[in-house]
């Protein structure tokens, strides 16, 4: 198993990043919000989950090992492939995930795209007993955000997966509420649970 990927950002594209490793460029499939934390030339390094199918071999990467481990243990519902597993990720933290199972959240499980209220509620009667508590960890940006800065950092992540400015724009727009009430706590926007809810308002309007 390839546990992990260390080495320049060689390239990025809206769902995958490629890291040149010992001169071979691995093509990793990433979440925006891992994504977002790349950028081209610089040096990464990503946990990472090898799927092997018949016809292929796809590796996965992650921030950090608590989010390849529960993409490994999301895998072990039945009906979660890979690409659903990722989805999960994509739109929640592990935490966030492991809040919604212990507390039978089943509207954070069809915030995903791809489940409807019937999977959900399978989901959550498979799953609970597997991806435990929450462990209290944060997710963090993979750049610490500046308090001010965050909207430049979400629409240059946006525009660099792949959106329209004026989806960039809009998407800011619709959770500048979200940052906004962070700031008022004192706190700094976290960049990567902010990506996290434009993408929900981008997959909403499209």
Same mark, same amino acid.
């Given at each position: ?19 040149? %490793?010992? /001169?071979? #460029? ?12 790349? @950028?081209? !030339? *610089? $040096? ?10 018949e016809d292929s071999l796809t ?52 915030? %995903?795209? /791809?489940? #409807? ?12 007993? @597997?991806? !435990? *508590? $929450? ?49 008022a706590e004192g706190g700094a ?18």
């Amino acid at each position: 198993m390839i546990a992990f990927v260390s080495g320049p950002v060689a390239a990025l594209a809206p769902d995958s990043a490629v890291l040149e %490793v010992g /001169g071979v #460029g691995m093509a990793v499939q990433c979440t925006p919000g891992t994504l977002s934390g790349l @950028r081209i !030339g *610089e $040096p990464a390094r990503l946990a990472t989950s090898l799927v092997v199918r018949e016809d292929s071999l796809t590796l996965y990467g992650f921030a950090d090992d608590d989010e390849r481990q529960v993409f490994e243990l999301l895998q072990t519902a039945s009906g979660v492939g890979p690409r659903l597993a990722q989805a999960m990720l994509a739109v929640h933290a592990p935490d966030a995930l492991r809040l919604a199972v212990s507390t039978g959240d089943e509207k954070a499980l069809t915030a %995903v795209p /791809g489940i #409807g209220k019937k999977g959900a509620q399978k989901l959550l009667l498979e799953l609970k007993d @597997r991806l !435990g *508590e $929450p462990v209290g960890r944060t997710v963090p940006a993979a750049r610490p955000p500046a308090a001010a800065g965050w909207s430049d950092q979400l629409h240059t992540a946006l525009v660099g997966l792949g959106y329209a400015t004026r989806e960039a724009d809009e998407a800011v727009a619709a959770v500048t509420p979200q940052a906004e009430a962070a700031l008022a706590e004192g706190g700094a926007p976290q960049v990567a649970q902010l990506l996290r809810a434009a993408l929900q308002t981008l997959n909403r309007t499209r």
